[in-house]
Structure formats: C-alpha cells, structure tokens
C-alpha cells in the first residue's frame, strides 16, 4: 500500500480531500497527502487533519514515511479506517520551506560547478540552513562570490520543473546525484528530478517554488570547518534578516 505523493507533483497545494486506509495507535495511513514527512535535511510540514464535517479535528505532530506508505501521527484519537478527512498544511511554514529548499537546490548547483564536489549533509531549520560539502578550503572572498552567483541565479527567475525518472538510470547518471551518501529510501521505483531550466538538472525529492525569484535572495552568514575536509556553510533568506 503505497500513499500517493501529492506533494511531488504540486508543493503549492495546501489543503485536500483523502481517506483513512489504515490506523495503527495514534496514526493513521492516508491514500494521498499532502504532508512532507522530511527529508534532505528539510523538516516535516506541520498541520491538522479534519473529519466530520470539520466537527473533529487532530494536528498532525509526526509523519514518516515507511516502505513507501506516509504514516501521520495525530494528537487525537484518529478516525476509523475509510473516513474520509480534510488535509490542511501550515502554509506560511511550507513556503518558508520550499523557498530554503529551491535556496539549498541553487547552491549544490554553483559548488558543483565551481568545484565538482558533493554535498556531505544539510538541515533546514524555521529560521536559517545549513550545508556541508566536501571541501578542505574556502576563502572569504570566495564565499561572497558563490552568494552573489546565487543571488544572480534568483534575480534571473529560472522557472523549475520537476519529472521522475527510472531509479536506476537517476543513478547510473552520477553528475545528477549530488549528495555524497546515498539517501534514496530502497523501496523507490523511481527518482524525482528538479530541473532549473536552462541551468542544471539533479535528483531532489523536496518541495520547491516554481520561479526561483520567489526565493527572495539569500545571505551566507556563517562558515564553519567540520573535519579535514568538510566545509559548512549556513545561510538565511535576505529578508529574515
């Protein structure tokens, strides 16, 4: 039983219709949902599912996604299995997030351009982010020069599209899989891309904007070292300064 991933195809949905198929404890397994469960270094999305007519409702406190079926854990006794229910994300903090995310999508990108290298770990966070690459070096005039690069690739609005693609092929094509480790959970048939149009291609399963000048603009605030040679970089969007 695999849930449908409403939020691959459309990460602007923030509300939907969906019924219970299963419920184990405090949880229950939806046919579809728009839920991000987290990933990637990106958090789950928060929010509340309905039922009744809206005379019941639960927030939504935990997600996770096992063997392909999204597992929600509510902070209400959940309804039987076939109720159908109203899925409502918090949007504010989902945008907040596809925004950071498309952000993290444009910097792997302008690294692996500038140094062919891969990214060692990242985690959003509400009010900033944080990247690791698998460098032993980075100068400060450099850093300023990958932020404006970035900063140039938001003003210009490349649109981004997304498609899948046979997991196998995703993977034997090494320059799209830009994280070190492998991350694919091994039940996946298939692998999303996202696509900057005109600028780069590379395996992401994340949500993200469909312009990048939604993003805004972003500021890199700190630079660490985090062993012989792993660099972190952490940033936030400009306006949250």
Same mark, same amino acid.
């Given at each position: 039983m695999k849930t449908k991933l409403l939020y691959q195809t459309n990460?602007?949905?923030?509300?939907?219709s969906a019924k219970i198929v299963a419920v184990s404890g405090d949880e229950v397994a939806l046919d579809a949902t728009i839920f991000y469960p987290g990933g990637g270094g990106q958090m789950a999305d928060r929010g509340l599912l309905s039922w009744n007519q809206g005379a019941n409702q639960a927030h939504v406190i935990s997600i996770s996604n096992r063997n392909g079926t999204v597992w929600h854990t509510l902070d209400?006794?959940?309804?039987?299995?076939?109720?159908e229910v109203t899925e409502s994300i918090d949007w504010n903090f989902r945008y907040r997030s596809m925004r950071t995310h498309t952000a993290f999508l444009l910097l792997c990108s302008v690294i692996w351009r500038e140094f062919g290298i891969q990214v060692t770990g990242g985690q959003i966070y509400p009010d900033r982010a944080r990247m690791d690459f698998? +460098?032993?070096?980075?100068e400060k005039d !450099?850093?300023?020069?990958l932020e404006q690069q970035v900063n140039t690739l938001i003003a210009a609005d490349y649109p981004i599209h997304t498609y899948m693609l046979p997991r196998e092929k995703a +993977?034997?094509?090494s320059a799209l899989? !830009?994280?070190r480790i492998n991350q694919l959970p091994p039940h996946l048939d298939e692998v999303r891309m996202a696509e900057v149009v005109g600028f780069d291609v590379q395996v992401d399963g994340g949500t993200l904007v469909n312009h990048t000048r939604e993003i805004g603009g972003i500021q890199i605030i700190r630079s660490e070292n985090k062993g012989r040679i792993n660099k972190r970089l952490e940033i936030v969007l400009k306006e949250a300064l």
């Open positions: 990460s602007y949905t923030y509300e939907c209400y006794i959940p309804p039987k299995p076939e109720t698998a +460098l032993e070096y980075l !450099r850093i300023a020069e +993977l034997s094509l899989v !830009r994280a």
